[in-house]
Structures are given as C-alpha cells and as structure tokens.
C-alpha cells in the first residue's frame, strides 16, 4: 500500500480520510444537486480530539456556528456530516435552525450525542436548504451501499472538477500513525482562512491545545497560501481530527517526534492545497511563487500572495507569456516595503529579472517553458532570510464561463 | 458650446483640456507602436502652478521621478510630454536618463525650461524606450498637422478602446473659469492612486498647496475609487495644471467660490474616472456601488472597493446572474467590522437583501435589469452615517483574452 517515501513520511497510495484507524467515510445522493452526490460524512468509531479553523468572513454560515460551539463543549466530535449545493448561508434563524436539524438526525441516527457531530455545508448563498431531503439522505447515508471514502470526496464537491485527497503514514513510539485528508474548493478561494472545506483524519493520539496549536500553524503555511479567485468564501473551514486510536504516547511539543507529526500534518494539508489551487475554476495550470530573501515570513508571504492573486499575473500565465513586468508590479504594490533595485524573478530555470533590471532571456524558450502544467516563480527579494511558499492558477476563459452562469 | 448643465457647473460639449483659456495640445505617432498614435502633448502659453499624484506601487517608472523632482522646484510646468505604447519601468539608469532626454529635448524645442516639462509613459514593463524614435516625434510634434486635443488624447492610450474627455465651466468672480480633462486607463487598474494617467487643465488662478489640498481630496473620491483588475500599475499619475488666464482673483478656502471649484474640479475627474472604469478590459458594463450607513468613509470606500474588485460580482454581472450572495461576501470579507445582519443590498431598483436576510424578488425582473450597460448596486449598512461611492466593470472572456497576449 505504501509506494512514495518522503523521508521518514510514507504517502499512502489511494490514502484518504479512511486511512488513519477507526474512520469510515460515505456519500449519497440526497436531492440538492440534480444527480451527483450531495451529503457525505466522516466517523470515528470513538470521539475524536477536534480542532478547526473558520472563515474570517463576517457573513459566517449557520453551520459554521454550530460546529465551532459544539466543539467548544469539550474539544471532540466523532462525525462530520457535509452537504453541497446549498451553502446554508445568509439563511437566518431558519439556517441556524436546519443546522441544528443536521446535527441532531445525524447524531440520533448514529446514537451519539450532539455536539459530537460536526456540520458543514458548501454551495449557493442565501437559499434555505432543503430539509426534507436531507432528513431522508441522512436515513440512507449508513446503508452499506453509500459507504466509501471515494463517495464522501465527491459528495463534497461544488465546481470542483475532481476529488481531492491524501493520506501519510510516519512511526512514533514504535507505532505507524496514519494522517488523512480530503477537501474541495474550487471557487471563492483566497488566502484569508479558511478558503474552502479541509477534513483531516489522524489516529495519532494528541491534545487538543497542541493539536490546534499545529492546525494554526500548518494552515499558515499551506491552506491560507493559496488563492483562486481573491474570494474568501462564508463557509469555509478546515477540521482536523485525531482519534488516538495508534496508541503512541500522547503527543506534545517536548514529544521526541513532534517535528516529525507536524511535518506529516504539512504534507497532508500542502497536498490539498495545492490540488485546490490546481482545480481553481478553469484553470489549466498550476503556478507555485517563492518568495525568499524577505526580511521577516509575513513580508514573504505578502508577497507571494499578491503574484499569485495578481489577475495580469495569471491570465499571462494562461496566455504563455513571459510578461514579467506583471510580476515585479504585483511584488511592488503589495504593500511590503522592499528595495526594488534588489529584487530578481526566475520563471522556472529561466532569470528574468536580476537586481530591478531585465536579465537577457530567450523569450521563445521561457514561453515554451509557461506551456507546462506545472509553473514556478522564483522571487528573491534580497534583504533578508525569511521565505515562504504560495500556490495559485492560471485565469482562463473557462473561469468567467463558470462564474458568469454558475447559479442561474 | 455649452449644453448640459448641473446646477452652477456647465458641461461643455466636446469639451477637452484645450477648453480652459491658453492650453493647446497634439498628439503624433512616432513608432513606438506600430500605426497608432504614441506621442503626446499638453502645452499651457504660460507656466501653470501644477500638483500631481502618484503611483503608491514600489516600482515606480523612471518618468514619475523626473516628473516629480521637477515640480518640486517651483510647483509649475508648462507642458507634459506623454508617450504610449512603452512604459519605461524597470529600465534601471538608462530609463531614468531616457526620462531625462525626453523632458530637455521637448524643453529646448518649446523654449522653456527644462523642469517646465513632465514626462509620463504607459505601456509595456522592462523594455528601454526607443529614444531615436522619440526624438525624431519631438521634432515634428509642434507642426500645425499634429495639433488638437483629440489627437493628443488618441496618442496616450494603450488597450483602452475609446478616447476619454470632458470639460465644465464655471462662474467665479464674474470670470469663466473652465476645468478641462483626458485620461487614459484600462488595464492594472485598482483603487490604490494612482491607477492610470489623468491630466487636467483649468485656467483658474490659484496657489499651490490649495490646489494640491483639492487634488488629494478629490482623488481619493474619484480615480482611487476605481477598479478594473485589482493591478496598481508602476506608472500612474494624475497632474492638474492651473495657468491663472481666467483672471479670477487667487482661489483660496477662504474663496466664496471655493466649494463651487472643488465641484467642478470633482465633476471632471467623476467623469474620467467613470470612463476608465467602463472601458476596463473587456468591459461591456460600467458598474457603480453606493455604500451608505457607514461608521465611517473609510469603512465605506473599502466595503464600495471590496465589491467592485471582486471577479465573483464582476462575472456575476457579465452573466446577468442576480447572485447577491457574491455582493453580502464581499461586503463580509472587506476588513471592515459591520454587523452583517443589519445590511440591506438592492440592485438597481430591487431589492435583494433586507438586514441580512434575501428579500422576495422576482429572479427575472433582476436578471432583464442586469442586461442594462450601467449597473447600480446600492448597499445600506445600517450602521452609520457615512457613504462612498466605487466604480468598476463586469470581467467578461474578452479580458482573458486581452491579458493573455497583450504583450506577445
């Protein structure tokens, strides 16, 4: 099962959120969507030490609330139940109320207290979600028939044109430790947390401060670095979940493998952000921008965010055109004070730019470099050592095509 | 000549910045750009007391330096010098030499003195002007057949699709005092000063500081309220020139017609900035947001910006989709702290959201009045007095397609 070592961190061939002990996944169609599954969940066949991270949008979705005071309660929940098509945002008291309604028929049907079910909910703004449906999808949902990791990736997913998921394997305390994700997120995707809906499974055993302390800082690093379309959505979160069912020694930051965890926890959330920056409506590539050489990491990552938020950055992407004019302009209005004269740009192996000024490159072969899937910007500021990493996608017509007809 | 009026501020048909007494203008082609126009200027028979805004982006263009180096001197120019079709960013020493030449070859040309003249560029990043062919302009630019505003504001554009112009008068001291503008604008364009290039002329007798006072003030409720696509370009300024031929006696605060001139003067720039907005890349609808109930302006510009700048509104309206959610998203992720369940959202004349919740409305009706070419969107917090106003366009296939081969 195990085929690619990174290091001490195994990824797990096929690996989801079903791969870490203890956790069953499934998805079913309900009735939101006109034919493609529309209500899945995750479960922990024991609560499961819980920490989340939530939009910074002010228009915070029902279940959103919800789930962060269920939470709160007592720092678990054993099950997340996700819906599509249908965001349950600017909804009211009648959102509020349907969340509720989730939470309670799932947990009743799963014979579990309340607040140990998570909800979440992804789709159009503003329509009161279909509750009779969904009621009766949570009837079926435990069938044997709707069980499967595979259907719970695709009952989660909005625009996006395909499932998203990893799973790492590592040793700690003589004991394999699995970490699993999926996620989707196509649209509304801009680096502000959270940007989409992320659901990592762990049968590491760990607390929940130290569990949420790595979330924050694991999210900094990969969920907030990536932006589709400059949207922070309503409803977005990313829930990790770790159900202690490996029985290493309870994980703390003196714990001898702590580093070697969180770095587990980064492949898995790095995968997923990028491939939600890679199945960014309509792309067709997907850009990564390194910023080094910044005096401090919130600099560098002002930085990469606004290249790879940049519209002129990314439709020129798109076109396989070397214009790294567009570039150097995002980096200077950013809002990080930088020395411009210091600044160079490589586009893949090619250097553009070198200290403000233009490098002599070969135009034909860095645009034949642009039709590659897979881009890198390299950006060396030059005035420091701090560094950080963002991830985007090209802008093409098929994301105006999308967007100018998604709801009607 | 005169034919709309606005109060005690008259439009002038066909108005330009030829219409305020002692300016005349011209445009040529001179190689820069394959056939069209690329060569400009605007002459005053007199030095003209001259305030200017600038770029915020980092990477400032080699001219923006000379040009403001040179007002500084006395706070006067007498003629600006624009060329199209290269920006001269980024283009190290050689760049700022070239600005140089420019300014002293115009200069001697003109018989003025050298600081008399500004210089500005637009175009392509990172490539050295090519200074024979400007040259060889400069020389033939005086002649009789190169002269008129509408030539001049032909040889500034790049990807814009129309000229931009306007003029209104006013009365002052028994004096007409006229205020005349062209602009150009239409890619890397966002609401960060400055976002395009503005001249504006009157004939107004008035010191310096007041008219830099009444720039900056109306600036930052005009063109900074603009956005095409979120870019700040490296090259953007706004200059107002005041010659003093009216005759008026010397504009102050004091001035009993101060008020009436910093109308006119916001009359202009509304126009231009409108007119960049709509003829924003691949725009075919001009998009204007009205915030009210703010706590304070600046609450309410950045919630008016948010909005326009978002490419979920943006396509949202390309595709005539009543999709308020994407509007009460971009009002939740702004920065500014509101209370989402007081705001009220109306497109045009329905009303879509009413304190956080959607309204009753006829999809239909929105979806015909979204067909229209100027869209309104009215946004009510609720939660104060303050107000804004942000312009911008709908992001249509045609902008992919300009961006992904404007250079190549």
């Not at 998805?27 to 899945?40: E, M, Q, S, T």
Request: proline share 3%.
């Amino acid at each position: 099962m195990q085929v690619m070592t990174n290091g001490n961190i195994t990824i797990v061939k096929d690996g989801n959120v079903t791969t870490p002990i203890g956790f069953t996944a499934g998805g079913v169609h309900c009735g939101i969507k006109r034919k493609r599954l529309d209500l899945g969940y995750v479960y922990s066949d024991v609560p499961a030490t819980t920490a989340g991270v939530y939009t910074t949008n002010l228009f915070q979705a029902a279940p959103l609330v919800v789930t962060q005071k269920s939470i709160e309660i007592d720092q678990k929940i054993q099950a997340i139940l996700v819906n599509s098509g249908n965001a349950n945002a600017c909804t009211g008291d009648q959102g509020l109320q349907d969340a509720y309604t989730m939470q309670t028929e799932f947990a009743k049907i799963l014979g579990i207290k309340d607040h140990y079910v998570a909800v979440t909910s992804t789709g159009v703004i503003g329509v009161p979600l279909p509750m009779e449906k969904i009621k009766e999808g949570i009837q079926q949902i435990l069938q044997e028939e709707h069980s499967g990791a595979d259907l719970f990736q695709k009952a989660i997913l909005t625009t996006d044109t395909g499932i998203k998921n990893i799973a790492v394997q590592l040793e700690i305390d003589g004991k394999i430790i699995s970490i699993g994700g999926a996620a989707k997120g196509s649209g509304m995707i801009h680096p502000n947390m959270a940007t989409m809906l992320g659901f990592i499974t762990t049968d590491a055993k760990i607390d929940y401060s130290e569990l949420w302390d790595a979330l924050k800082q694991i999210t900094n690093q990969t969920f907030n670095m990536i932006s589709v379309d400059g949207d922070s959505s309503t409803n977005d979160m990313v829930l990790v979940m770790a159900n202690g069912k490996a029985e290493n020694k309870t994980l703390t930051k003196e714990h001898p493998s702590w580093s070697l965890f969180i770095e587990g926890l980064k492949v898995v959330s790095e995968s997923l952000a990028k491939q939600i920056a890679r199945d960014g409506e309509g792309a067709t590539k997907l850009i990564e921008v390194n910023v080094a050489g910044a005096e401090n990491v919130e600099g560098a990552r002002a930085i990469g965010k606004a290249i790879i938020s940049s519209n002129l950055v990314k439709t020129a992407i798109y076109g396989t055109d070397p214009n790294w004019g567009r570039i150097v302009c995002a980096v200077g209005y950013s809002g990080v004070l930088i020395d411009p004269n210091r600044v160079s740009v490589t586009i893949g192996p090619y250097q553009v730019v070198e200290k403000g000024l233009p490098s002599q490159m070969d135009e034909a072969e860095v645009k034949k470099y642009l039709e590659q899937e897979n881009i890198h910007i390299y950006v060396d500021l030059n005035q420091g050592e701090a560094a950080a990493t963002a991830w985007g996608c090209d802008l093409s017509y098929d994301y105006v095509k999308i967007n100018a007809s998604y709801r009607t």
